[in-house]
């Protein structure tokens, strides 16, 4: 599989392209598309966290789970929908929260690529998910993949505010060297937890008061109708 993605983040993961790991992803992808299987995301979105927030460019890490698995939803932003897809619950309580903490108002749409051009890495430790099936691609290899590329940020970079929302992203914390970065936990904005310390959280505004202590440009979290 020929991976189509961003120049500086091809220069951080040269190596991973050629491991077995993620040749046995390709194939797997392969198999399954040629079985007639519908994939989600379509392949042009694949990588599209890594080629709309260039690795020189991260600021804040979001990490989710696995993509939406039904039709014109994913296209590889973790909790971003397409435009004209309506925002799920989950996203619909991010953006509450980020109201009640900021005050930029809600937008009309659930496509987050204008948080991602502003440097925010909206990644998924999975990359694709077969229609309809929620976690189908999770044993497939990815999760090597995406360990590798938080490492990556956490080892190359600095100053960078990872939001931990859930116990599975929470887990990647390990992953992570607090000495160098912001770590920001809660429960996971689902509508079953977000109640339980997701709402009043305030990562939004604490994210950006990290950020401009070090001289980083905040994040504009607005999203634009």
Same mark, same amino acid.
Not at 1 to 13: G, N, P, R, T
């Given at each position: 599989?020929?991976?189509?993605?961003?120049?500086?983040?091809?220069? #951080?993961?040269k190596?991973?392209?050629?491991? +077995?790991?993620?040749q $046995? %992803?390709? !194939?797997? /992808?392969?198999?399954?598309?040629?079985?007639?299987?519908?994939?989600?995301?379509?392949?042009?979105?694949?990588?599209?966290?890594?080629?709309?927030?260039?690795?020189?460019?991260?600021?804040?890490?979001?990490?989710?789970?696995?993509?939406?698995?039904?039709?014109?939803?994913?296209?590889?932003?973790c909790?971003? #929908?397409?435009?004209g897809?309506?925002?799920? +619950?989950?996203?619909m $309580? %991010?953006? !509450?929260? /980020?109201?009640?903490?900021?005050?930029?108002?809600?937008?009309?749409?659930?496509?987050?690529?204008?948080?991602?051009?502003?440097?925010?890495?909206?990644?998924?430790?999975?990359?694709?998910?077969?229609?309809?099936?929620?976690?189908?691609?999770?044993k497939?290899?990815?999760?090597?993949?995406?360990?590798?590329?938080?490492?990556?940020?956490?080892?190359h970079?600095s100053?960078?505010?990872?939001?931990?929302?859930?116990?599975?992203?929470q887990?990647?914390?390990?992953?992570?060297?607090?000495?160098?970065?912001?770590?920001?936990?809660?429960?996971?904005?689902?509508?079953?937890?977000?109640?339980?310390?997701?709402?009043?959280?305030?990562?939004?505004?604490?994210?950006?008061?990290?950020?401009?202590?070090?001289?980083?440009?905040?994040?504009?979290?607005?999203?634009?109708?």
């Open positions: 599989m020929e991976v189509k993605i961003e120049a500086s983040w091809k220069q #951080v993961l190596e991973e392209f050629d491991k +077995p790991y993620f $046995n %992803i390709a !194939k797997h /992808l392969k198999t399954e598309m040629t079985q007639g299987k519908t994939i989600y995301p379509p392949g042009s979105y694949m990588f599209n966290a890594f080629n709309t927030t260039p690795f020189d460019q991260v600021k804040v890490v979001i990490l989710g789970q696995d993509p939406y698995h039904g039709p014109k939803q994913a296209h590889g932003l909790f971003s #929908v397409q435009k897809v309506p925002p799920p +619950p989950s996203l $309580n %991010i953006f !509450k929260e /980020l109201q009640e903490d900021t005050g930029v108002r809600i937008p009309h749409h659930g496509d987050l690529t204008q948080w991602a051009k502003n440097g925010v890495f909206l990644l998924n430790a999975s990359l694709t998910v077969r229609a309809g099936e929620p976690m189908s691609h999770a497939i290899g990815w999760a090597t993949f995406t360990d590798t590329v938080i490492k990556k940020i956490s080892e970079k100053n960078v505010v990872f939001l931990l929302w859930g116990k599975f992203a887990e990647k914390r390990v992953l992570i060297d607090e000495n160098k970065h912001c770590i920001l936990r809660s429960v996971h904005p689902s509508p079953l937890s977000a109640y339980g310390g997701f709402f009043g959280c305030k990562h939004f505004s604490k994210a950006n008061e990290y950020l401009m202590s070090k001289g980083i440009d905040p994040v504009n979290w607005q999203l634009e109708d």
